[in-house]
């Protein structure tokens, strides 16, 4: 009886509302800011109602009000005050700029909280000038912003992925951090267009982290929250930039009879071309005919408005990346919807639609000529080769393919076939949000991911030999991820006296299945009808299907005393299908504190300094184990195995998979220490931030590439030992100039990690960063996991330089460490000045001591072979005496055949390069017209601009770009590579990988 | 004040009922697209596990067999367009070497999937087979695969890991053991398989392991570990209890209508069109009007100068070859013939202009076990023997048209047996280890005759092999996952 009756109490106290009536009377009023302007669009509210207005274009109101009641008035940029009507009917009002620094709000897991209360490790980033830049992934946005975080692109591909990197790299499987976007958790951020992000916080320690647990918490948490509708006057904004793409720069080849000589060299003789080739007339700069100056162009239009009650937000994007390869683009439209609605005052409900469709028309790249690799077939391509053959030739017509080795010309493998892939991805959710008694707010959200791909490639049957060997082919695969995610949270704010508390206590639940299928076939009549309908012969089919649960429980509790003592405790415990079944439950707890010293006494009269606070914390996250194996516990056997006995009677059969199974896999766990300082000084205009961490990651999951004896099996193991991470991060704000006219704010940052496997057996090691060479099908292990050495550590053969009496590159006698991809240290270093409406806005960022292994050299300075190689091959050793850094051509003459053949084959400081560089990322100038013109045409505001993105870099790398990574994108926390098997991780290897692009772009934002 | 905390007990038990929604039913799954081994229980899963284990036949034997036996013979000279294969060609491979590494993880592979078929067939109990021996008949077929596998291993590498269970008992880094023993456990094998399966494959199946395939095996492998009696023995219960004839027509062992002769010992079957498993390599052998793959082996001057000095002009010189201007990529060891004209490609696997080739591809037949039976003559070398012998090579040499043999002594009728061998067997994986056993009988040099080698201008090819390159280096892949696996080979 009691319980029903308290039932209903409950529920009546969700639902319904009681407001307080008055005498009501019409108050007029106008709002001025500090300077005396009128204040047109500040909102005006009557505390205790939802009856507001707005202030017109010359500041002035009209409202009727309760003459006992209090205006709050609030407007962007200036602090909400309270003004009591004390019976008035005429009132003025002014507002005061909001003192940012100080009421600042960051986003943490599942809430929000002042910044200066803050006790973990939290970068907010400044996402301002996105719309200005020509950035196409969300996560570009970071690049340089925040100490802590390295962004780095894999690939120049158009609409490639970037990689991140929350302090250092945290898992042997590459270490991505998890996204949560307005609460849903993500992977990526395929869905989200950048023009609507509103802000992103990283929250980089186990106090910060933690309370999202094994979900990814332990490479850091990304939280993007998107742009909502604000209160006041309806904003559209129109923003339209169009550019320029162009390679940074080309590398140099052989010409014609530099080839033959090479040739000559190694073959002891001239080389037999043809007489249907052209050696004098056909010079084919195979790097020109493929790398054009590319168009990028963007529209975004967004409106939003918002009323006391509710808001909403619509954003529409189109974007049309071409590359810098011909034949490469990429094309976005996104739509981003959020409503959010006051139902009662106590109950509000709201949602979030982030959607987009991509086109992508894509070119094989981190790949041999032999597999397609366009960027290096572009290099080792001769220049006598034709485009397409002559008349004369056996085959004429056909793209030109040398006589002496199989691989196509770049322009063949861009052309013959086609690469589309068609993307859809939707990131949704729901949230019902209600204010019960005693100060406690329940939350429910309900979130949807729908992520699906369908790619499509065809070869052409005519147009090149390679197709005309299989009359042509095609693929068709299909992939579907759909993902709900249902987290239910109930949250206790209150103040008594100088306690205050803030607890949460939640649970959250996350289904994903994935679904996927691949259709090949071969045998196409013509080139006009390119879906598999047309095929006629080596049909493969084959679908598959994949499940994962995750299930979490999670609290936090905050507590405050007299606004100088504060503490944060967190837990959370998640059960996830995704582990071992022999441990599906794993803790996460965190604690910590900081201490607000400059709000102690003996503080007071320190006035150059202020907001001085110190925290620590400690805590432990988690990180699930790869994609790849979704099912670890299992040995499994493939089905589909069958067997024609007499020739045609075909069996079904099973055969072992390469998985053998692991009921013991565990989460990965790291235990993280965080000590950080935090102090302004200038009233506040100066801020500083200090940070050390010590993160130490242990059960590492590796993906353990079992000796081939075992029938090539792969098994998901924890490793022993620990992936230890610890650095620091610097981080200096400043206004420096604040006037009324002209600004200057600066950021620099600056971070040091330093990672090392440690408590691993002496004699245990494991391979990682695996390539293929030319045509081989078997990889070469480039990087180690190994005691005392950080990850993505190279691992080869040390090389002395060219013996001058033979030519040959000498080597160690041992494989030894050859240097680390990880950088030592990363700086940003961003700069905005303002003077009237024109600014100035740049950004650099440096990465520092990291190596990349240069795998495209082993192609095109291999010095053996039919191909085409780099210029740098004319350094060649050619007789005894010869001081060159460059060894002799192969095949010359009969001795040490064997250690020559050596020389692509070995993995050596000879290939590896100092990665380090010095960018100008970004440099933006912009006008915003003054506003008695722009109102002339009827419009709020207009602003132009130009940026360059790239402008220079100074760096020492032999290849095309320095920020090479194309193979350590973190595929492996990607749904789409679902039990693919293998996960190994490779870093800061390049190995014809599309390279990256200068890009100019101009534009104009209007807002009507 | 009470009625306060009763309302916030309250609270949350509404949350609670929302919250605790989720049961652990909800975190299990298990693989949907595979299976969980262990979980065959029926005698119909019992053949499709071993259906998986033939279906694990073709990477290894339809392509990267040919390379470590044909390829680096003087048969064929290797045309690849990398530098993986070539090295094969003129002796410079290392322990790197990607093909030699091919080899050795398909042949494990094959093991594997034998192993596991055993493995789960063993647990398997289905009343279906009450009153049969099938199921020991189904292990007995794996075994057979098994040993096969392990017969190239042992012969290409000597001492190579034994791996007897599906995971090796846990022990995932196992050392080599030595060749004596993987010889034995050879024998063991196939003398389990030889009691058990019958003569005729189990339903009429071509393509499945018999008694007779069992024993021809036996007799090869016997062969290399130099047992010539015990190799005689069942060269003679091949011949003699058959049930296998020799086909007249030697063109009539080839092509997509000849499959499964009565020639044909142990054969792998491959549909004429839609294979379902991967069989195109075979394919990079023959000549195609259309590619512009460098077919990856070319016969050598050296063979067809075999068969010219042979007189060999008929069936079987035809059947071998296919004389053809390529369009395609020409990168053999310089001038071995010139690219403008025509050239051997291999005529017993047809051409098809998808990647599927129909061919089947014979893996024993019997004159394979009729020359081997004149070699053991040979090599016992009684008068009854080398009459014996005598015989056995005039009836080959019959068939394809020749004359009797003029060899008379025991070292004239070893050399003759071994060129006998070489024309009839050419293209079918016999040459590396034929040159081997006739190295170790004396009859040849085996390091001096690929040395020796010239090209079609006569000019020497300077191949650099040496003693230690008749056995492989175990792959440097392999071993830097599995320590235990050193010291490799000599010489490497």
Not at chain 1, 213 to 236: C, D, Q
Not at chain 1, 615 to 638: A, D, F, I
Not at chain 2, 353 to 361: E, K
Request: charged share 15%.
């Amino acid at each position: 009886m009691k319980l029903t009756k308290m039932f209903i109490f409950c529920f009546l106290s969700i639902v319904f509302s009681v407001y307080s009536q008055a005498q009501d009377a019409v108050v007029k009023g106008k709002v001025l800011d500090e300077t005396g302007m009128s204040v047109p669009g500040a909102s005006i509210l009557i505390k205790g109602t939802s009856k507001s207005t707005t202030t017109d274009f010359d500041g002035n109101f009209e409202i009727k009000a309760p003459l006992n009641g209090v205006f709050a008035i609030s407007f962007v940029g200036y602090a909400t005050i309270e003004e009591p009507i004390k019976g008035r009917k005429d009132i003025t009002i002014k507002l005061k700029t909001e003192s940012q620094k100080l009421e600042e709000v960051v986003v943490i897991g599942y809430g929000s909280q002042k910044k200066t209360d803050v006790t973990s490790a939290i970068s907010s980033v400044k996402v301002k000038d996105v719309s200005d830049r020509p950035i196409v992934s969300a996560v570009e946005a970071i690049t340089g912003k925040s100490s802590g975080v390295q962004v780095s692109s894999s690939s120049g591909s158009p609409g490639g992925a970037l990689s991140v990197r929350v302090r250092g790299i945290g898992s042997p499987n590459g270490g991505e951090p998890l996204y949560v976007v307005d609460g849903v958790l993500t992977s990526n951020v395929k869905a989200i267009d950048p023009n609507n992000i509103e802000s992103i916080n990283i929250l980089k320690d186990a106090s910060a982290a933690g309370i999202y647990g094994a979900a990814g918490s332990t490479n850091g948490v990304v939280l993007i929250t998107t742009k909502k509708g604000k209160k006041g006057k309806p904003r559209t904004e129109i923003n339209f930039y169009g550019g320029v793409q162009q390679i940074v720069k080309k590398l140099p080849v052989l010409n014609n009879s530099q080839w033959v000589d090479l040739q000559t060299e190694i073959l002891g003789t001239a080389p037999n071309v043809p007489s249907y080739y052209d050696l004098q007339g056909t010079n084919n700069n195979w790097q020109d005919l493929i790398y054009r100056t590319a168009a990028q162009s963007s529209v975004n239009v967004s409106t939003s408005g918002g009323s006391d009650t509710g808001n909403y937000y619509l954003g529409l994007g189109y974007l049309n990346q071409e590359g810098i390869i011909v034949g490469s683009n990429f094309k976005r439209y996104s739509l981003n919807l959020n409503v959010n609605q006051d139902v009662t005052s106590k109950i509000k409900f709201g949602g979030s639609i982030n959607y987009n469709r991509t086109n992508q028309r894509s070119i094989t790249d981190n790949a041999s000529a032999n597999f397609g690799g366009v960027v290096l077939s572009a290099l080792v391509t001769p220049e006598y080769i034709p485009i397409y053959m002559p008349s004369n030739a056996p085959i004429p017509g056909v793209y030109g393919v040398s006589n002496f080795y199989s691989g196509e010309n770049p322009l063949a493998l861009i052309y013959n076939n086609e690469n589309k892939t068609i993307a859809n991805n939707l990131l949704g959710s729901t949230y019902v949000e209600a204010k019960l008694p005693l100060n406690l707010t329940f939350k429910t959200q309900l979130n949807g991911v729908v992520q699906n791909s369908k790619y499509d490639y065809f070869l052409d049957p005519y147009s090149s030999l390679n197709g005309r060997s299989s009359q042509g082919g095609a693929d068709s695969n299909y992939y579907e991820v759909f993902r709900w995610q249902w987290d239910n949270t109930l949250n206790y704010k209150q103040n008594f006296g100088e306690h205050s508390f803030d607890v949460i206590v939640g649970t959250s639940a996350v289904n994903e299945s994935i679904a996927n299928s691949t259709q090949h076939g071969a045998g196409f009549a013509t080139s006009a009808v390119q879906t598999l309908n047309a095929a006629s012969s080596d049909f493969q089919i084959g679908t598959g299907e994949y499940e994962w649960s995750t299930n979490s429980y999670f609290g936090r509790f905050n507590y405050g005393y007299d606004n100088k003592y504060l503490f944060t405790a967190t837990f959370r415990r998640d059960g996830s299908s995704r582990v071992g079944t022999n441990v599906v439950y794993g803790n996460f707890p965190a604690l910590s504190a900081g201490w607000k010293i400059s709000n102690e006494k003996f503080m007071e009269n320190v006035k150059w300094m202020q907001n001085l606070k110190v925290r620590v914390g400690w805590g432990k996250t988690g990180n699930l184990p790869p994609y790849t194996m979704l099912y670890p516990t299992y040995s499994l056997l493939n089905v589909g195995a069958p067997y024609a006995y007499n020739s045609t009677d075909i069996a079904p059969g099973i055969k072992p998979a390469s998985q053998l199974g692991n009921p013991d896999l565990k989460w990965e766990s790291a235990t993280q220490t965080n000590i950080g300082l935090e102090v302004g000084f200038f009233d506040s205009r100066l801020n500083f931030t200090a940070d050390y961490y010590h993160k130490k990651v242990e059960d590492m999951i590796f993906t353990l590439q079992l000796p081939l004896t075992t029938g090539s099996s792969v098994t998901a193991m924890n490793l022993p030992g620990y992936d230890v991470n610890k650095g620091i991060e610097l981080s200096l704000d400043a206004d420096i100039i604040k006037g009324d006219n002209f600004t200057w704010s600066s950021n620099v940052n600056f971070s040091k990690n330093i990672n090392r496997i440690e408590g691993i057996d002496e004699s245990t090691s494991f391979q990682t960063g695996p390539i293929l060479i030319g045509g081989s099908q078997v990889p070469l292990y480039t990087q180690i996991i190994k005691n005392g050495y950080p990850l993505g550590t190279f691992w080869g053969y040390k090389s002395e330089g060219v013996d001058p009496q033979t030519g040959n590159l000498v080597y160690g006698n041992e494989l030894v460490n050859l240097g680390s991809a990880l950088p030592k240290y990363t700086v940003g270093f961003s700069n905005e000045f303002a003077y009237k409406g024109l600014s100035l806005s740049f950004l650099i960022d440096a990465v520092q001591g990291n190596k990349v292994y240069n795998a495209t050299r082993m192609e095109i300075e291999g010095l053996s072979g039919y191909a085409n190689e780099s210029t740098e091959v004319l350094n060649r050793w050619k007789q005894p005496g010869d001081i060159t850094s460059v060894p002799r051509a192969l095949g010359n003459g009969t001795t040490n055949t064997g250690a020559a053949a050596m020389l692509q084959n070995k993995v050596s400081s000879h290939y590896i390069e100092d990665g380090s560089f010095f960018r100008l990322r970004n440099i933006t100038l912009s006008y915003q017209i003054e506003k008695k013109f722009v109102e002339k045409l009827g419009l709020s505001g207009l602003k132009i601009y130009g940026t360059a993105q790239n402008l220079f870099t100074i760096h020492n790398y032999k290849g095309y770009y320095p920020e090479v990574n194309g193979f350590g994108q973190g595929t492996n926390n990607q749904a789409e590579n679902a039990g693919s098997g293998s996960s190994l991780m490779s870093l800061g290897i390049d190995r014809g990988t599309y390279p990256a692009a200068k890009i100019f772009t101009a534009g104009v934002n209007i807002q009507l | 004040m009470m009625k306060k905390n009763i309302l916030k007990y309250a609270h949350f038990l509404v949350l609670a009922i929302i919250l605790t929604s989720c049961s652990q039913d909800f975190l299990d799954k298990s693989p949907e697209s595979q299976l969980a081994a262990g979980s065959l229980t029926t005698a119909s899963d019992a053949e499709s596990i071993l259906n998986g284990a033939y279906n694990a036949m073709p990477d290894y034997y339809s392509y990267s067999n040919f390379f470590t036996t044909e390829g680096m013979s003087d048969n064929t000279y290797i045309n690849g367009d990398n530098n993986v294969e070539q090295p094969l060609e003129n002796f410079t491979f290392t322990s790197s070497n990607g093909e030699i590494q091919l080899s050795w993880q398909e042949l494990y592979k094959h093991i594997t999937a034998a192993n596991t078929a055993i493995d789960n067939v063993t647990l398997i109990n289905d009343p279906k087979w009450d009153g049969t021996n099938r199921k020991a008949q189904i292990i007995a077929e794996a075994t057979f695969l098994r040993a096969f596998a392990y017969y190239w291993l042992v012969t290409s590498w000597g001492n190579v890991p034994l791996i007897l269970s599906s995971n090796n008992a846990g022990n995932y880094y196992p050392s080599r053991t030595s060749a004596d023993l993987v010889y034995a456990q050879i024998i063991k094998d196939l003398k389990d398989a030889e009691a058990v399966l019958d003569n005729n494959p189990y339903h009429g199946d071509y393509g499945r392991a018999t008694k007779g395939a069992a024993r021809a095996l036996l007799a090869k492998t016997y062969a290399q570990m130099g047992d010539y009696p015990n190799c005689l023995i069942y060269c003679n219960k091949v011949i003699e209890e058959g049930p296998y004839t020799l086909v007249a027509d030697y063109a009539k062992l080839w092509g997509l209508s000849n499959k499964n002769s009565s020639e044909s010992i142990f054969e792998l079957q491959v549909p004429t069109t839609g294979s379902p498993y991967n069989v195109w390599k075979i394919n990079v052998l023959s000549y195609g009007p259309f590619d512009n793959w460098p077919k990856r082996q070319i016969g050598s001057y050296d063979l067809v100068k075999a068969f010219n000095d042979a007189g060999d002009n008929g069936a079987r010189y035809t059947s071998t070859f296919n004389w053809q201007v390529t369009g395609a990529s020409f990168n053999m060891p310089f001038n071995a013939w010139n690219p403008t004209q025509a050239i051997p490609f291999c005529g017993k696997f047809s051409y098809s202009d998808t990647w599927t080739n129909g061919d089947n591809l014979i893996m024993i037949r019997l004159a394979d076990i009729i020359l081997l039976a004149a070699e053991a003559n040979v090599q016992i070398g009684n008068q009854a023997n080398l009459d014996a012998a005598k015989n056995q090579l005039n009836q080959i040499r019959i068939r394809a048209g020749l004359a009797n043999t003029t060899a008379v002594t025991k070292s004239e009728l070893a050399l003759a047996v071994l060129k006998e061998r070489r024309l009839e067997l050419v293209y079918e994986r016999t040459r590396w280890n034929d040159l081997k056993r006739a190295d170790a009988n004396g009859t040849i040099n085996m390091v001096n005759l690929m040395n020796s080698q010239v090209n079609s201008s006569l000019q020497p090819l300077n191949y650099g092999m040496q003693e230690f390159h008749k056995l492989l280096p175990i792959p440097l892949g392999d071993i830097q996952i599995n320590k235990n696996l050193l010291p490799n080979n000599t010489g490497y």
